[in-house]
């Protein structure tokens, strides 16, 4: 179980339409793709994001981290060894967190093939099925509420609406959205770091006394501001997630601490994959706090990890895995069923993925 090799590629995916959000905009996918191979003929896949603005991983950081220092280290080492082969991932670059998930999804992968049994079953679960929402990018409200009725069109009865481009328009954004929808899916929000800790209070409890309903928001103020989320947490009547603020399992215990959230929301390219995420739900059982797996924009490689560990977990509570189905085209054989909001995990061996098309090598 010697891993022998390790490639690396990328894929382009077109969205449906541009995703937009307060930290940026972005028409498609363009991720790295990793190959882990082993000295029998199996292959573990992986894939990481360039989502500078949230993790600073930048394409040719994510390459640079997975040649200079992760393939260096792995190469040689035996998969069955794995928590030798997860700590030295973790040990051999700091930070670099999207090229460390795609390297420890592609791990798991190789591990579950070994013993011939699906990831969420290596991690104990037992639910199959998961139900994701899907994402309404930022623009005027006109925009939004034409795009949440044609979420609704599409059997989603959750939506996860963007705001906090021009803030001033964001009571009215989700005025239009809950107009045109009625009752017919839940919304949470997600300001991606754009509001002022005071400014975030005012617009979310007009929200509340609008009775916009809102389920939760996300990320409200900006990422280090640990204390800006706590004020919002305490004097806001919609429940707050932190997500920009949690990346480590120790940001997440130091949130969970402080009561700097109701709720924390995990993603592998944040954390740095399925080995550390493990950590932050563990934290969370022990804190009480329910837990979102959500994605950045990702393909289905590295989201369709996400769902193992959705599926493991009964602390995740949340599900914001929509990655690929706002994607106009699927590249990758096997691994989970996205029908829509209905997403099946695979139940074959490791990550269940078989193939995919169209990677343009590197080597
Ligand atoms: C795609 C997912 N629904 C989502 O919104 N993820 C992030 C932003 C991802 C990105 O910019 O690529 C989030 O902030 O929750
Ligand atoms: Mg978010």
């Given at each position: 179980m010697k891993i022998t090799e390790i490639r690396l590629g990328m894929i382009s995916v077109p969205l449906r339409v541009p995703f937009k959000t307060a930290l940026?905009?972005?028409?498609?996918?363009?991720?790295?793709?990793?190959?882990?191979?082993?000295?029998?003929?199996?292959?573990?896949?992986?894939?990481a994001p360039p989502t500078g603005a949230i993790?600073?991983?930048?394409?040719?950081?994510?390459?640079?981290?997975?040649?200079?220092?992760?393939?260096?280290?792995?190469?040689?080492?035996?998969?069955?060894?794995?928590?030798?082969?997860?700590?030295a991932l973790n040990k051999c670059i700091v930070k670099n967190t999207s090229a460390k998930a795609a390297a420890d999804m592609a791990l798991w992968d190789l591990y579950g093939q070994l013993y011939h049994v699906p990831v969420y079953k290596l991690l104990g679960g037992s639910r199959?099925?998961?139900?994701?929402?899907?994402?309404?990018?930022?623009?005027?409200?006109?925009?939004?509420?034409?795009?949440?009725?044609?979420?609704?069109?599409?059997?989603?009865?959750?939506?996860?609406?963007?705001?906090?481009?021009?803030?001033?328009?964001?009571?009215?954004?989700?005025?239009?959205?809950?107009?045109?929808?009625?009752?017919?899916?839940?919304?949470?929000?997600?300001?991606?770091?754009?509001?002022?800790?005071?400014?975030?209070?005012?617009?979310?409890?007009?929200?509340?006394?609008?009775?916009?309903?809102?389920?939760?928001?996300e990320q409200p103020v900006k990422a280090h501001d640990f204390e800006g989320l706590k004020y919002v947490t305490e004097r806001s009547y919609v429940p707050v997630m932190a997500d920009e603020s949690v990346f480590s399992p120790e940001d997440a215990v130091k949130i969970m601490q402080m009561g700097a959230a109701d709720l924390v929301n995990i993603k592998l390219m944040k954390c740095g994959g399925l080995y550390n995420a493990l950590k932050i739900a563990s934290a969370a059982e022990v804190y009480g706090v329910e837990c979102m797996v959500g994605c950045m924009l990702e393909a289905k490689v590295s989201v369709n990890a996400a769902v193992h560990l959705a599926c493991a977990k009964q602390v995740i509570t949340k599900i914001d895995l929509d990655g690929p189905v706002l994607c106009s085209e699927d590249p990758v054989q096997g691994g989970a069923v996205f029908n829509e909001k209905e997403i099946t995990v695979s139940s074959e061996p490791g990550l269940g993925i078989q193939g995919i098309e169209g990677i343009r090598y590197l080597d």
């Open positions: 940026r905009s972005v028409s498609s996918v363009e991720d790295v793709i990793v190959e882990i191979h082993i000295d029998t003929s199996a292959v573990g896949y992986g894939e993790t600073g991983d930048t394409t040719g950081g994510i390459i640079g981290a997975l040649q200079d220092h992760i393939i260096k280290t792995l190469v040689g080492r035996d998969v069955d060894d794995f928590e030798d082969v997860m700590r199959n099925k998961i139900v994701t929402d899907i994402t309404i990018s930022v623009n005027d409200p006109e925009e939004m509420a034409r795009d949440a009725i044609n979420a609704i069109e599409r059997g989603y009865d959750c939506l996860k609406i963007k705001v906090g481009v021009s803030p001033e328009l964001d009571v009215a954004r989700l005025m239009a959205v809950r107009k045109a929808i009625g009752d017919k899916a839940c919304i949470r929000i997600d300001a991606n770091t754009a509001w002022t800790p005071k400014q975030a209070v005012k617009l979310l409890n007009q929200m509340q006394e609008k009775g916009l309903d809102i389920e939760f928001v």
